[in-house]
Structure formats: C-alpha cells, structure tokens
C-alpha cells in the first residue's frame, strides 16, 4: 500500500499547477481522500477532501481556486490550483483513508 505525489514545483503568484496522487495496492472507491499541506513553521492543514460519500470540502483559504477530483479507476487523486499566491506555498500531502499518507510535494510560489 502506497501512495505516490508529484506535479510540485515553482510557480509564479496567478499561475497554475496541478498535483497528482497515486495509489498503489489499494481501490480509492470506497474511501475518503485528501489533500493536506504544511508550510514552514506552521501545522498541517487540510486543503481539500473528497469524502466516501463524495461530498466535498475546501478550506477557505482556497475554496474557489483549488479543485480536487478522485478517479477511482485510475486510483489517482487530483489537486488542481489556480490563481496561486505566495501563501499557498507548502508541501503538500495526499491522504487516503484514516491512516495513509503519500510522501509529500513541494510547492513554491514566488515572483
């Protein structure tokens, strides 16, 4: 069981990025995933969660910016983040079910 980010990187405050999250040894259908981020000198904070139910949750800080979508088939979870600001920049983890966490990604977002 295994879960493996990437998409991290520089950016430019306004530009767009996209993060992706894949399982391995496991099936997405049937639990809940999310998107966490941690800045430096701060607590993780969840960004974005898709629940088993499929409802879904956004901080404030990037609701209307940021979009999470979980393709069950590809067993792949998605960040997308738009109109980016240099507050936005953490690493971000991806996280499935109670326990499961990937590895982390950095993004930066500077002028």
């Known amino acids: 069981v295994q879960l493996q980010a990437s998409g991290g990187g520089s950016a430019q405050p306004g530009d767009s990025l996209t993060l992706s999250c894949v399982g391995t040894g496991m099936t997405f259908s049937n639990l809940p995933v999310a998107w966490y981020r941690q800045a430096p000198g701060k607590e993780r904070e969840l960004v974005a969660r898709v629940g088993a139910g499929y409802g879904v949750n956004y901080a404030d800080s990037v609701r209307g910016r940021f979009t999470i979508f979980k393709d069950n088939a590809k067993t792949t979870v998605y960040l997308t983040m738009n109109r980016l600001k240099p507050e936005d920049t953490a690493v971000y983890y991806c996280?499935?079910?109670?326990?499961?966490w990937g590895q982390g990604t950095q993004v930066t977002v500077s002028s």
């Open positions: 996280h499935v079910g109670d326990h499961i």
